[in-house]
């Protein structure tokens, strides 16, 4: 089971599709609530055997997309969350996130 931090169903979310025209986003900290990962140009791929479980990608990931089960251990990335930024990459001492 995949799991946000609000524990939000994913696939319930509204995409940026459907926010109204000149919507603003009025609130920080939001990034659950919408689906962001269609922005997305570059899709980040997880190495699972190179990843210690250090937790720095999803303390630096602004889209709340580093996946996790209850025990805190990373398990993925959400495809419908992550914009594809590379700050995770940056970030990862292990090498384990690279994208395509
Ligand atoms: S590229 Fe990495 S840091 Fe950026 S949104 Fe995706 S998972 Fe988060
Ligand atoms: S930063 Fe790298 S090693 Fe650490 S949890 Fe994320 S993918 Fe795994």
Do not use: R
Not at 23 to 30: E, F, P, T
Not at 35 to 44: A, H, P, R, V
Not at 47 to 70: E, G, H
Request: glycine share 6%.
């Amino acid at each position: 089971m995949k799991y946000l931090n609000n524990n939000k169903k994913i696939n319930s979310l509204p995409s940026w599709q459907e926010l109204p025209l000149g919507g603003k986003v009025l609130q920080a900290g939001n990034s659950n609530d919408y689906q962001t990962g269609n922005w997305s140009e570059n899709k980040i791929h997880w190495d699972q055997k190179k990843c210690k479980q250090c937790n720095m990608c999803s303390l630096v990931c602004p889209d709340n997309a580093i996946l996790k089960n209850k025990q805190n251990k990373m398990i993925g990335i959400s495809k419908q969350h992550c914009k594809g930024c590379s700050i995770c990459i940056q970030s990862c001492p292990f090498k384990a996130l690279y994208k395509n």
